[in-house]
């Protein structure tokens, strides 16, 4: 099971950091991704991390604002967002790959589990 927090409402320029906790997961040698959908869109790519803190990836509207991070001893991975934007409000997911090992993925459709989202609003 995979359980998201850290959602709510900020202005914009601010900052929130989203956890999610994995369960049940050999959480180690499993990789990782954020995801996010705002209404009437189609869940997108955030970020992914692997096996190692320093491989990630990021989509090119996220880059230099958000951060993923992962701490093995929790079993929870993070997303640091700063400088948070309007176009930033959405739902976010956290997912997992349907079996461990191999690379990040970046398509929705390649992750086997998911959390039930947490809501980020970005708002004057």
């Known amino acids: 099971q995979l359980a998201e927090s850290g959602g709510g409402v900020v202005h914009p320029g601010g900052s929130l950091r989203l956890s999610c906790v994995a369960s049940?997961?050999?959480?180690?040698?499993?990789?990782w991704g954020w995801f996010r959908q705002a209404p009437g869109k189609e869940r997108e790519f955030v970020a992914a991390i692997g096996w190692n803190e320093d491989d990630t990836a990021y989509a090119e509207s996220v880059k230099g604002r958000f951060t993923i991070s992962r701490d093995n001893a929790k079993d929870t991975i993070y997303l640091t967002m700063n400088s948070l934007r309007p176009e930033d409000t959405a739902v976010y997911y956290c997912?997992?790959?349907?079996?461990?090992?191999?690379?990040?993925?970046?398509?929705?459709?390649?992750?086997?589990?998911w959390g039930q989202g947490t809501q980020v609003t970005v708002s004057s």
């Open positions: 997912a997992a790959p349907p079996i461990a090992g191999g690379d990040k993925l970046y398509r929705a459709g390649d992750y086997g589990y």
């Open positions: 049940e997961f050999t959480f180690g040698v499993y990789t």
